[in-house]
Antibody, heavy 124, light 113 residues
Framework: EVHLVESGGGLVQPGGSLRLSCAAS????????MCWVRQAPGKGLEWVSG??????????YYSDSVKGRYIISRDDSKNTLYLQMNSLRAEDTAMYYC???????????????WGQGTLVTVSS | DIVMTQSPDFLAVSLGERATINCKSS????????????VAWYQQKPGQRPKLLIA???TRASGVPDRFSGGGSGTDFTLTISSLQAEDVAVYYC?????????FGPGTKVDIK
């Protein structure tokens, strides 16, 4: 069974940084593209970032709202996905979900498994 | 970015009745090489993570009941629940997975009448 567990969320001041982690199990992590999706309190879903599998050079993709501030990465030896978030703003406050691509290395396939999320609050 | 719109915002349907949600993309999401529309549908129940229901506009995800079906073409897509059950109360989102960023619609809340 696929299991994704996010961690690293919390309260941070504007301008600060956080690193989220997503521990994966139940599938061959290195063979799947992964992504982060966030949801502000009471709002809809927003795709944030995605990363292809390592064999394809860890191609990384970002939404315009986080480009230049967030860095997605993966460590296949630890079955873990990361999201380094810098220069955080109030509007980054959200539940952050990691999710697994449904079709292996294809980042253009929709995610079919999601973690429970980790809450990031940006406030002074 | 591709803009996804949904209608209605809220839908109340009697148990056992049909529920239909509409989703429109601001441009084509048809990948000509495989003739697939890159639209997905998700269900999110209160306090829970999203769950993939439909991929490529009409392919049910594993384990999804067959009362859920997706359809449409071009820029207009639908999610239909053929016979609404109490456990289907949720917010439903469409998403295009054709162009990065993979944008979502604003969601449709489905409840029991």
């Amino acid at each position: 069974e696929v299991h994704l567990v996010e961690s690293g969320g919390g309260l941070v001041q504007p301008g600060g940084s956080l690193r989220l982690s997503c521990a994966a199990s139940g599938f061959t992590f290195s063979s799947y593209a992964m992504c982060w999706v966030r949801q502000a309190p009471g709002k809809g879903l927003e795709w944030v970032s995605g990363i292809s599998d390592s064999d394809r050079g860890d191609n990384r993709y970002y939404s315009d709202s986080v480009k230049g501030r967030y860095i997605i990465s993966r460590d296949d030896s630890k079955n873990t996905l990361y999201l380094q978030m810098n220069s955080l703003r109030a509007e980054d406050t959200a539940m952050y979900y990691c999710a697994k691509s449904s079709l292996g290395v294809d980042i253009w396939s929709p995610p079919d498994s999601w973690g429970q999320g980790t809450l990031v609050t940006v406030s002074s | 970015d591709i803009v996804m719109t949904q209608s209605p915002d809220f839908l109340a349907v009697s148990l056992g009745e049909r529920a239909t949600i509409n989703c429109k993309s601001s441009q084509s999401v048809l990948y000509s090489s495989n003739n697939k529309h890159y639209v997905a549908w998700y269900q999110q129940k209160p306090g829970q993570r999203p769950k993939l229901l439909i991929a490529w506009a009409s392919t049910r995800a594993s384990g999804v009941p067959d009362r859920f079906s997706g359809g449409g073409s071009g820029t207009d897509f639908t999610l239909t629940i053929s016979s609404l059950q109490a456990e289907d109360v949720a917010v439903y989102y469409c998403q295009q997975h054709y162009n990065i960023p993979f944008t979502f619609g604003p969601g449709t809340k489905v409840d029991i009448k």
